[in-house]
């Protein structure tokens, strides 16, 4: 026997569990419904999404890119072209757009960190006195307001 023929898979690789024509046809349908598109699901297409489906991609981060896509899109900063079918399909594009989309552009605000108290800035005696200055001008404005 020769070395391409011991290479070869004896019998055909059943397809991983869950992936199902259903499960192609289910994507399909939302890429189509959040797209606003008619697309037809020829062999072809069943053909990329199976594989995207089979990577390990579900509906749910079908969903998150698409709409990642078109957050950047409508600020201009991607291509509607981003949107194709054949694009969005490619495994390795897929991959990078939905890290993009999980991607934190900014740090997170910092947590507040409780105020330290300041020691006072002037004496005892000096806050006292100020206290009753501001008790004094509490008093004549109560006397005026009557």
């Not at 024509?21 to 037809?40: F, K, V």
């Not at 489906?53 to 579900?58: F, H």
């Not at 698409?66 to 949107?83: D, F, M």
Request: net charge positive; with cysteine.
């Amino acid at each position: 026997m020769n070395r391409l023929a011991m290479s070869l898979p004896t019998s055909p690789q059943p397809p991983p569990t869950g992936i199902t024509a259903a499960t192609i046809a289910q994507a399909h349908q939302l890429y189509c419904q959040l797209t606003g598109q008619r697309l037809s699901l020829g062999f072809d297409r069943e053909r990329l999404w199976f594989e995207l489906l089979r990577a390990g991609y579900g509906l749910e981060d079908l969903r998150r890119l698409i709409l990642y896509l078109q957050r950047e899109i409508r600020a201009q900063r991607r291509n509607v072209g981003a949107l194709k079918l054949s694009n969005l399909l490619q495994p390795d594009r897929f991959e990078e757009d939905l890290n993009l989309s999980r991607i934190r552009l900014s740090a997170p605000p910092p947590a507040k960190a409780p105020r330290a108290l300041r020691p006072p800035t002037c004496s005892p005696a000096e806050q006292q006195r100020g206290r009753q200055r501001a008790l004094e001008q509490l008093r004549q404005l109560k006397e005026t307001l009557r």
